[in-house]
């Protein structure tokens, strides 16, 4: 079971930190460079660079929550969460469909599975 995992490439568990301005304030985000990938995949998808996906992700949740623990783990649970969904079929593999033309009822009827199984 391990091979699978391990055998990896090392590149992908690297982490390097990007400078994002958040209305105005730079801040400093370290991530893997899979959920870099995964945050430009995102990104592309929607017509937004990173920095910006960043900003609107960043502006939602303190809109919803009202604050921001870990913005670095929330990313990290945005890029999860888009693959799962990607796999169960909630958001279709193909990258032309915007995420926003999306409906709310459909992501959040599947909130959670991750932690399901």
């Not at 910006?52 to 969460?81: H, M, P, W």
Request: one cysteine or more; glycine letters at 4%.
């Amino acid at each position: 079971m391990c091979q699978v995992f391990i055998s990896a490439d090392p590149q992908l568990w690297a982490h390097r930190a990007r400078s994002v301005r958040l209305h105005g304030v730079a801040t400093s985000i370290r991530l893997e460079n899979l959920f870099w990938q995964v945050l430009d995949d995102i990104a592309a998808r929607d017509g937004y660079t990173v920095p910006q996906l960043c900003t609107k992700l960043y502006d939602e949740l303190i809109a919803e929550r009202g604050a921001v623990d870990n913005f670095s783990s929330f990313l990290r649970v945005c890029c999860t969460r888009y693959l799962a969904l990607q796999l169960s079929g909630e958001i279709p593999q193909d990258v032309r469909i915007p995420i926003r033309s999306l409906t709310m009822e459909r992501a959040a009827a599947t909130q959670g599975t991750v932690l399901q199984h």
